[in-house]
């Protein structure tokens, strides 16, 4: 079919063509020498996520402000001080702030906090609420929550329990996490979306049915295997089987997997917890701090070399890779850094055995 051939062709070459229907688009927040970090946005729904909280500087306070989760790699500086502006900004916001990082971090976020004079904070304020949770690589071992109305104080709770390694599962995507070695623990993220679903509008027009909000439901309703004789309600008065639209006017596909990898030493046991995590992702962001001839410098900093980055995307068998986090010392060596990257995931030749 024309929908289908066009969702491989795009699958395979990894392009984003207007027809099709993401539900998220990831884009870094700052240029590969800055601060790391990935802004998710939703293309519907008005939200987003972030992979870490380095310099938001690039993001508008709308976008911001559409923030629901916030997942944070480890508390380095150039990964979480951004965590200030992205409170000053949703301060006053009536919906939740998820923040998720490794063990240790409700402390961290409890520490930021406190750095501020709260006394304009009572019962009368927005309830602006910050939960914050960390992830030991099987499931949460620690959640706060922290209420503007009580002035930020740290309330312990109780920890949500999710399958080994997830770390939000929703209706149409979930996250997952793996705990790597940094000399500290830092965390790595995947977003993978649970199955796409794409409206075939051709098809639709020879059912001569309109678009509208209630494609929205004939996607839940694909997306939970509803049965084929289920009827969705396309106005007052009017229904279609879900097997008729599935057989004209619905294609679906495997979702969007994303993976974002930073700051982790090039070790055994780092390199099988990416490969697991971000197998077969259609985009891999990862660290590519320093160049090859460098790697003694890399591995006493427990970093990876851009030619590491580019063999675990390789072994991952991702579609895509996107590096960054590139060191200052290679400001006008950008290429040299990309290429080498490249050149490894490309590269034909048996993998350089794992260390
Ligand atoms: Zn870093």
Redo the contacts with the bound molecule.
């Keep these: 079919m024309g929908a289908n051939h066009v969702l491989s062709h795009a699958r395979h070459r990894n392009d984003n063509p207007g027809s099709m229907t993401w539900l998220v688009q990831p884009s870094l927040v700052n240029e590969p020498f800055s601060d ?1 970090g990935l802004f998710i946005d939703f293309r519907f729904g008005r939200r987003a996520l972030l992979f870490d909280l380095g310099d938001l500087t690039p993001l508008s306070p709308r976008q911001l402000l559409r923030v629901t989760h916030a997942f944070v790699s480890h508390t ?1 500086m ?2 979480f001080a951004g965590f200030d502006r992205l409170l000053r900004v949703c301060l006053h916001r009536t919906t939740a702030l998820h923040l998720i990082g490794p063990a240790g971090f409700a402390d961290r976020v409890e520490h930021k906090l406190r750095a501020y004079t709260l006394n304009l904070l009572d019962a009368e304020s927005v309830d602006f609420v910050i939960v914050a949770a960390e992830f030991s690589g099987e499931g949460f071992n620690r959640v706060c929550e922290f209420r503007a109305r009580e002035a930020f104080r740290r309330c312990e709770m109780p920890p949500i329990r999710l399958s080994p390694g997830l770390l939000l599962d929703e209706e149409e995507f979930r996250v997952q996490g793996a705990v790597l070695d940094h000399s500290i623990p830092c965390l790595a993220f995947a977003f993978e979306e649970k199955l796409r679903v794409n409206v075939w509008r051709e098809g639709l027009r020879r059912l001569g049915l309109p678009v509208g909000p209630w494609l929205r439901e004939a996607r839940r309703a694909v997306r939970q295997g509803a049965p084929d004789h289920s009827q969705i309600c396309v106005r007052d008065g009017l229904a279609i089987s879900l097997g008729d639209l599935k057989q004209y006017a619905l294609r679906t596909a495997r979702g969007q997997k994303i993976a974002y990898v ?2 982790l030493a090039y070790d055994a046991q780092n390199i099988e917890n990416v490969v697991a995590l971000a197998r077969d992702a259609d985009q891999l962001f990862i660290e590519a701090p320093f160049l090859d001839v460098d790697a003694n410098i890399a591995a006493e900093r427990r970093h990876l070399t851009a030619r590491q980055a580019g063999h675990i995307a390789k072994r991952a068998r991702v579609a895509r890779v996107i590096p960054l ?1 590139f060191s200052a010392r290679y400001r006008d060596r950008e290429d040299d850094l990309t290429y080498e990257v490249e050149e490894a995931f490309r590269s034909t030749f048996p993998l350089t055995p794992t260390p």
Excluded: E, K, L, R
């Design positions: 790391p380095h150039d990964h930073v700051d986090h």
